[in-house]
């Protein structure tokens, strides 16, 4: 690992950050002269490709020098007061735990860019969609490098503009209403979260994450606590999303272009999930600690609803749709990191925060996938694709089908791919949850849960077979088959998921030791 | 002479100025009506200021300023309102407040050209919800 | 502690007499002339009087009132003066002479400045 | 007992002087107006000059038939006259003919306040008048009144207030013991701008613009006959002499006079009075009317600003001699 | 002249001790007034082609007062005071919170003139009166915030208030413009006589009008007073209420708004509303402090339901409804004025009402920068298309995409979603203002009240980036200069806020009074 100084490190993280809003304000000027490109519209999107190349190339040099010896402490740390009245700092870190998501963000959001320089998104002028893709990207990569409540939650309300416009602007059917549905529905679970963020910070006399985290929620009662991790429970939860609060989540992604459908699978979900790691869990032990049965129960039954409603679209004339059947196996497969952060152990919260990245990395090529399906049939509808006049992927185009079926399985869970270690862990975590928490509640959850990955490998064999296999209808016209670009946009996310399955300790070895140092209270 | 008798009758002036504010229809009498509220609470004033002077309780005889004040007030009131009044009166030939209604939100507002925006929104999002469902109108847009 | 300054009201009761003694007067004299006078009312008698000729149109007839400017500059120069009265007597109270002096100026600035305002206005003036 | 006894003295006699005091008033007009006019005047009645002829008048208003017109607002039209006439009685009470405590009949701390309030009551007669009798011309009457009565109480009012300011109070007997001689000059211009102001408010020529015969018949009074007719008659005199009395009181001295101030002041107002009511029957011959628009013009750009310029004069004088 | 007449009406019963008058801590409201006089002057000899020189004169009046803020900050000069042995309390104070609202309504009149440079031409409406009232109207909203006594803090508010009625109704021949004038006339001057018969019996009780004295004269009131002295507390509020628009006294508002000139309607969300706030805060934070268990739960009350009221009404707004935008933004406006209560209620309930106060302020402060640029762009669109529809403003980024962006800006502001990070962050210092205080119930009405508020802003921002209709024609490029510097103006100090909020939210943790 080259070594790279800590205040280099400061730049690395801060350029990270805000590097996106930069260059989201740029691209809404006029291209200088020199960089003008063909058209105006390629020259925004090839600048749109640049900064997020940038972007992916300075996360890469961070984690480069991040010092692996030491994952769990805060690396890169800026401390700056920015609003001393409200005790607000401008405070950013990385550690075991963010560093990946930082990474994937800034990777699948450079995927995305790339992605749509070759596929222009159809519908509004491609300015504006970069300059909104690029606010969404410092959001997300904000999120995940603050280490201060409210500007948590400044950065998880950032994502919500720029994802609503990327929607309802250049979404498909119905996409004003998805939209809608998805502002509303973060909303109101993020400005409770707000209440509940202010309280900890109001009673706990500090804002700074770090610092409630040595506290270990010490200095908060556990009224206070309890009433806190309702309040900020129940944001993350809708972001997450938890059954039954996820019911905004399919309609956005049916609706939402690839590229929104890819961020929003890939990155978006995993803040709630983070939220819960880097917040509740070191703030607020107690408060979790008592509402940990009832989060696992909300998980294991997710997991089981996500899977059955995904069997009952793939089925014959179930009118089913391949996006809103990915958004629904996504509820099921968050619901498995979720069970891991409700078992409170280092076994299950490494289960979740693994799972995380593996599904931000599957779902996202799926949803690459499914929008590459979508240009060449038009359709998205299981029956249309599966029918008669079907896409019979192997067939007519052998290496989009293959992937569609590496996919497939390794969202599955299938050893040796990412999809596996995560929700093996959690569900071990499950079998020996962490002190004081009713081992039969989480036994139960753990057989609900194994229910879940039996249902999960049955429907996703079947979105296999209904849309890879099947005679090739006559007389339909070639369908093309991987380009270059799609192959250059896919290719990192499918080597990433083998490198997660084979060597899962790439990944494990960085959060471990800062899960293990949240779980005890901060104590390193 | 008994601080209650000017108190009652303040009370009583202005319960009737409620009364007019509400009851009165004409924009003069509603005016009016304010006005006797306003002279309620100057009645309310002078006799409180006398009484409090009385048990010197107050020296500086705040309520006989604020009352030479509400007075000022009242005429300024008077002046504007009476030049609004006129101004409605001359525009539409009535003072009756029962009769403004061309601020109101009604439906009236609604008129075809509202109908027509509203109708090309939901156009819009018609043909949102269905960008291309088939391939062949894909490719007639294409085209 | 209710009482109100009782000194206060002895001379306006006297007053007071005097305006019934006032109204008694008016009450005797209109009672007399009732007794005295005759009583013979005729429609003619009782129609509105226009020069002798037939009355048109109703009594409180619309008319194009010029007067509502004037009223408007009196509610508002006249209540402003009562102002005056008050500080006219503190103006002899020593130590206060300058200041008040500073402020009457101000006071009848504002008084002048309206007035120009609706001489320039064209308020005084009749088309 | 003794003060009943005085009170109702004082009551009496304040009566009998408003009964007596405008009938003197009116004889003098007449007569007056008379010889300047080159005639004689009334002759008959009681003989010695006619001295009983307003008497007559008035044994003759007493005898007429009292008409209300049909579609008259009955009741405020019956009772303007009485809201004409009675301020002027009240305002009579508070005006200190002599020096000390029995100087007038009521002393009245706020004097000036309470004499000009309760004279503006005096034309609110009119102007029920005008609006009850449900004619056109008493509408246009009243609100010629009320018009020139909004014209020129300000500059009244101001005026007024100039003399309260140099004398530090607003009792008219408080005014009275401050007076100075040279007090005449210092605040002439506010006696002018006070006095003529009074006339505009009595209308009397040339203020009479809403009694205009020629234009709208007698004005509010065109329906009026008989005792309520009178009545108004009555209250414009009664006015002269109220006015003519508060511009004594205010800016003339009062009882101050070269000598025989403490004994016979009362004659000193008097005769202050009497001068000025002159002055007033004298202005009637001598003027025309004024058009409704010159006397508007007259109050806001002359009086007002003559009254103002009257203040200032006034309140610098007064920080000079501090 | 209104508070040195004032004071030399209370003196008389005293032994005379002239007064020495701190010139330098009126400056702000005198200089206003001052200016309106000679603005009125002027219009009178200015010839009809030079009256553009009035609004000139205007802005760089109210730039000079804005500047005559700076020498006084840090200072607490207090003027106007009574004898010490008669207590020694001040008619006139230029403290934190003085300085702090009268920047903000200065500041507000200042963006309003010059929006209302292009208003003026384009309406036709009579400059020099126009100008007149405005500067007439902002001096006595600036003289407000520094009255300490009963009777300035109701003559300022008058004086807010009459010019205000004119200026709504100065469209001379417009229907609209009277009624709106009427309306808003009609309920304000009741307003100010329930607020004046409250002040009544707080007197009676008291025996005093001066804030700081009637404090502490309260609590050692007369045990028989109790229920006038209660009376006169909710009476006095809510006078106050009414002017800011809270509920149930809000139904004037879009109504008045709609009939009024753009500008003036802007005016009036902004300053009008501060007039309102002000007087509450003065009133229950310095004269009721030991009855907070009054109004704390008043406010409280009418706080949830006013914004409750403006939120609902606001989403239920059909965007194709003529005026429907200014009517929006009046609800709107009437939701936001629930926020704003707020903190001022949460001042009852914590140790440090300085600070729930200083949450208000902060929030008033983003509130007028943001709304009034809405208003200008509204102004903007309503020039060409007068009926003043939502849907007017369908595409308005085709055409002018700077406009469009400022108010999509705005809006989000107003809704407090980032990119308006001043608009969340005040939001946030109101919700802590209520957390801190206990108010839990009240944080969560305003959450939930939030998220409505954010549907209806952004179903407008999504409006302006919409594709134009079919056969829509597009607005004329040409904008008037002065209405794209208010509107940059806006988005300046919207933009500049976002990126240093401390500069408003500061007010919450010092001591303002």
């Known amino acids: 690992m080259p070594d790279i100084s800590e205040p280099v490190l400061q730049l690395l993280l801060a350029a990270t950050v805000a590097g996106p809003l930069v260059g989201a304000v740029a691209a809404l000027l006029p291209a200088p002269p020199g960089l003008k490109g063909k058209s105006p519209d390629q020259a925004v999107l090839r600048h749109g490709v640049v900064v997020t190349g940038a972007i992916l190339l300075l996360t890469l040099a961070l984690a480069a020098g991040f010092d692996h010896s030491r994952p769990s402490v805060m690396q890169a740390s800026t401390d700056i007061s920015w609003i001393p009245a409200l005790d607000i700092r401008l405070h950013l870190g990385v550690d075991g735990i963010s560093l990946p998501l930082l990474v994937l963000t800034a990777l699948l959001t450079f995927l995305c860019a790339l992605y749509s320089y070759f596929r222009p998104p159809t519908g509004a002028s491609p300015k504006a969609f970069v300059a909104l893709l690029l606010l969404l990207e410092t959001g997300t990569l904000a999120t995940f490098a603050v280490l201060d ?42 400005v409770i979260m707000l209440l509940g963020l202010l309280l900890i910070g109001l009673k706990a006399g500090t804002f700074d994450m770090v610092a409630l985290a040595a506290d270990g929620g010490s200095s908060l009662s556990v009224t206070v606590q309890l009433v806190a991790v309702v309040a900020v429970g129940l944001g993350l939860a809708v972001k997450s999303p938890m059954w039954p609060l996820h019911s905004w989540l399919p309609d956005a992604h049916t609706a939402a272009p690839t590229v929104g459908s890819v961020l929003l699978a890939g990155v978006l979900l995993k803040m709630g999930t983070y939220g819960f790691v880097r917040i509740l869990l070191p703030a607020t032990p107690d408060g979790l600690h008592a ?234 | 002479m008994h601080l209650a008798y000017p108190a009652v009758l303040s009370a009583l002036l202005f319960a009737i100025g409620v009364y007019g504010l509400l009851a009165r229809r004409n924009a003069i009498l509603v005016l009016m009506s304010v006005e006797l509220m306003l002279n309620a609470v100057n009645l309310n004033l002078v006799a409180f200021d006398v009484w409090l002077s009385t048990t010197l309780r107050d020296t500086l005889h705040g309520g006989q300023a604020l009352t030479l004040f509400t007075i000022a007030l009242a005429a300024a009131e008077i002046g504007i309102g009476l030049a609004i009044v006129l101004l409605v009166y001359r525009n539409r030939g009535s003072s009756d407040i029962d009769r403004l209604r061309d601020t109101a939100e009604t439906e009236a507002d609604d008129d075809a050209e509202a109908t027509a925006a509203e109708a090309a929104l939901a156009a819009d999002e018609a043909r949102a919800a269905t960008p291309y469902d088939s391939p062949a109108e894909k490719a007639e847009a294409a085209r | 502690m209710t009482v109100l300054a009782g000194e206060y009201f002895r001379s306006y009761a006297v007053v007071g007499l005097l305006a019934v003694v006032g109204v008694l007067f008016v009450a005797v004299a209109f009672g007399a002339g009732r007794l005295l006078r005759p009583m013979v009312p005729t429609p003619e008698k009782l129609l509105t009087y226009e020069c002798g000729v037939d009355p048109v149109g109703e009594g409180w007839a619309h008319t194009q009132v010029r007067y509502y400017v004037y009223a408007f500059l009196y509610v508002i120069f006249a209540v402003d003066s009562i102002f005056l009265f008050p500080w006219a007597t503190v103006f002899a109270e020593t130590e206060y002479g300058a200041t008040t002096l500073v402020e009457m100026f101000i006071f009848l600035g504002f008084l002048t400045i309206g007035l120009l305002y609706a001489w320039k206005k064209g308020v005084l003036t009749w088309t | 007992m003794n003060d009943v006894l005085d009170v109702a003295l004082r009551l009496l006699v304040l009566l009998v002087a408003f009964l007596v005091l405008p009938l003197v008033v009116g004889q003098a007009e007449h007569k007056t107006m008379a010889h300047m006019q080159g005639r004689l005047g009334p002759m008959y009645a009681g003989g010695f000059h006619g001295w009983a002829q307003l008497m007559a008048d008035g044994v003759k208003f007493v005898q007429k038939e009292d008409i209300v017109p049909a579609e008259a607002d009955r009741r405020v039209f019956q009772l303007a006259p009485a809201v004409a006439l009675l301020p002027y009685l009240l305002v009579l009470a508070v005006l200190p003919v002599g020096p000390g405590e029995s100087g007038s009949g009521v002393h009245v701390d706020a004097g000036v306040f309470f004499v000009l309030a309760v004279m503006g009551v005096g034309v609110l007669g009119s102007l029920m008048g005008g609006w009850a009798s449900a004619n056109k011309y008493s509408l246009l009457g009243g609100l010629r009144t009320a018009a020139q009565l909004l014209a020129y109480e300000l500059p009244m009012l101001l005026a007024a207030a100039s003399v309260a300011m140099a004398a530090g109070t607003v009792s008219l007997s408080g005014i009275l013991d401050g007076f100075q001689w040279w007090w005449l000059p210092w605040q002439i211009v506010g ?130 001699i501090q | 002249m209104t508070a040195p007449a004032m004071a030399a009406l209370a003196q008389p019963a005293l032994a005379a001790q002239a ?274 268990e009054i109004w704390g739960p008043l406010l409280a009350v009418l706080a949830a339901v006013t914004m409750t009221a403006g939120n609902t009404a606001a989403l239920r707004q059909r965007p194709g409804r003529r005026h429907s935008a200014v009517r929006l933004l009046a609800w709107s406006s009437v939701g936001q004025a629930g926020y704003l209560l707020v903190p001022l209620a949460a001042a009852a309930y914590t140790g440090a009402p300085d600070e729930a106060v200083g949450a208000t302020l902060a929030y008033a402060l983003m509130y007028a920068a943001v709304n009034l640029g809405a208003f200008a762009v509204v102004a903007l669109v309503a020039r060409t298309r007068p009926a003043g529809r939502l849907t007017d403003h369908r595409a308005l980024y085709a055409t002018h995409p700077a406009h469009a962006l400022a108010l999509g800006f705005f809006l989000l502001c107003l809704a407090g979603l980032p990119p308006g990070v001043v608009g969340l962050f005040a939001k946030v210092a109101v919700f802590s203002a209520a957390v801190d205080a206990g108010l839990g119930w009240l944080a969560v009405v305003m959450a939930l009240n939030v998220v409505v508020g954010l549907v209806y802003y952004l179903r407008w921002t999504a409006l302006l980036f919409r594709p134009a209709a079919d056969g829509a024609t597009a607005l004329p490029r040409a904008v008037p200069r002065p209405l794209t510097a208010a509107v940059a103006l806006a988005a300046l100090i919207g933009v500049a806020l976002s990126g240093a909020p401390q500069l408003i939210l500061r007010f919450t943790d010092t001591g303002l009074f």
């Open chain 1, 149 to 190: 409540l409210v500007l948590f939650f400044l950065a998880f309300e950032t994502v919500l503009i720029p994802m609503y416009f990327l929607i309802a602007r250049w979404g498909g059917a119905a996409r004003e209403q998805a939209a809608g549905k998805f502002i509303v529905y973060t909303l109101l679970g993020s």
């Open chain 1, 291 to 524: 509402f940990a049965p009832y989060l696992g129960a909300f998980a294991a039954v997710g997991i089981v609803y996500g899977s059955l409603v995904c069997l009952s679209l793939v089925r014959e004339g179930g009118k089913g749709d391949l996006k809103r059947l990915i958004a629904y196996s996504s509820v099921g497969h968050m619901g498995f990191v979720l069970l891991g952060i409700a078992t409170m152990t280092p076994t299950g919260v490494n289960g979740a925060l693994f799972a995380n990245v593996a599904h931000g990395l599957i779902t996202g090529l799926l949803f690459f996938l499914v929008g590459a399906l979508k240009d060449r049939t038009g359709s998205t509808d299981i029956d249309a694709l599966a029918g008669v006049a079907g896409a019979a992927l192997y067939g007519r185009a052998p290496r989009l089908g293959a992937l569609l079926a590496f996919a497939a399985v390794a969202l599955l869970g299938l050893p040796g791919l990412a999809g596996f270690w995560g929700e093996m862990l959690a569900m071990f975590g499950a079998f020996q949850p962490a002190a004081g928490l009713s081992r039969p509640a989480f036994l139960v959850y753990l057989g609900l849960a194994g229910l879940g990955t039996l249902l999960t490998a049955a429907y996703l064999l079947l979105v296999v077979r209904r849309i890879c296999m099947g005679a090739v209808p006559e007389g339909a016209p070639p369908l093309a088959d991987v380009r270059g670009h799609e192959a250059a946009t896919w290719t990192p996310l499918v080597a990433l998921t083998v490198l997660a399955g084979v060597w899962p300790a790439v990944l494990l070895g960085l959060t471990d030791p800062a899960v293990q140092k949240l779980l005890a209270g901060g104590a390193s």
């Open chain 5, 19 to 292: 007064q020495s008058v701190d010139w330098l801590a009126i400056t702000p409201p005198t200089l206003t007034a001052v200016l309106a006089l000679a603005v009125l002057v002027t219009d009178l000899f200015l010839p009809e082609r030079r009256k553009p020189l009035l609004g000139v004169i205007t802005l760089a009046g109210l730039a000079a007062a804005l500047l005559t803020l700076l020498p006084l900050i840090g200072e607490n000069r207090a003027t106007f005071c009574v004898a010490e042995e008669a207590g020694g309390a001040c008619s006139y104070t230029a403290d934190g919170f003085t300085l702090v609202v009268q920047l903000l309504v200065l500041g507000g009149a200042l963006l309003t003139a010059v929006l209302s440079q292009a208003a003026v031409r384009d309406d036709r409406l009579p400059a020099g009166e126009y100008w007149f009232l405005l500067l007439a109207s902002a001096a006595g909203a600036a003289l407000l915030p520094a009255s300490r006594d009963l009777a300035t803090l109701v003559i300022a508010l008058e004086v807010a208030s009459l010019p205000a009625f004119a200026l709504v109704g100065l469209r001379r021949g417009e229907r609209r413009s009277s009624e709106a004038a009427l309306k808003f006339f009609l309920s304000s001057v009741a307003a100010t006589a329930v607020t004046l018969l409250g002040v009544s019996f707080v007197y009676a009780v008291t025996g005093t009008l001066h804030l700081t004295e009637i404090a502490e004269r309260l609590p050692a009131a007369d045990p028989g007073l109790h229920t006038l002295a209660q009376a006169g507390v909710a009476l006095t509020l809510v006078g106050f209420a009414f002017k800011t628009a809270a509920a149930p006294f809000h139904f004037w508002v879009p109504d008045t708004y709609t009939g009024a000139p753009v500008p003036v309607a802007g005016y009036l969300s902004v300053v009008g509303k501060t007039v309102g706030l002000t007087g509450i805060a003065l009133v229950t934070v310095l004269a009721f402090p030991s009855y907070g």
């Open chain 4, 191 to 320: 006696a002018v701008v006070f006095f003529v102001a009074g006339l505009a408010e009595l209308q009397r020529p040339p203020f009479d613009m809403p009694v205009a015969d020629s234009e709208i018949i007698f004005g509010a009074y065109t329906e009026y006959t008989g005792l309520r007719f009178a009545f108004f008659l009555l209250a414009e005199y009664a006015g002269i002499v109220i006015l003519c009395g508060l511009t004594t009181v205010l800016f003339l001295g009062g009882w101050h006079g070269p000598w025989g101030a403490d004994g016979l002041g009362w004659v000193w107002t008097l005769l202050k009075t009497a001068v000025l009511a002159f002055v007033v029957i004298w202005l009637r011959v001598s003027f025309p009317r004024m058009r409704e628009d010159q006397l508007q013009k007259l109050a806001w750009t002359t009086l007002v600003p003559l009254a103002l310029a009257q203040i200032a004069l006034t309140g610098i004088v007064k920080v000079a």
